[in-house]
């Protein structure tokens, strides 16, 4: 079985002459994959933070006006 339940042809290998031939595109190591989802997790909390100073702001802009 294989680990992505597709078979080694519709990944991009072929056999040529009896040996396997890995012509399969954007292939990335574990360790390449790990440092980008790092960044993308970093990335979004900072987002996050930025959403909720603005929602923060503008919920003490409302609370002043009412006063």
Do not use: H, W
């Amino acid at each position: 079985m294989y680990r992505d339940n597709s078979k080694p042809s519709d990944q991009g290998f072929i056999v040529k002459d009896g040996r396997l031939i890995n012509d399969s595109k954007g292939t990335m190591c574990g360790l390449t994959k790990a440092a980008i989802m790092r960044k993308d997790r970093k990335r979004a909390e900072k987002v996050r933070m930025i959403a909720e100073g603005n929602e923060l702001s503008r919920a003490n802009l409302d609370l002043f006006k009412k006063l």
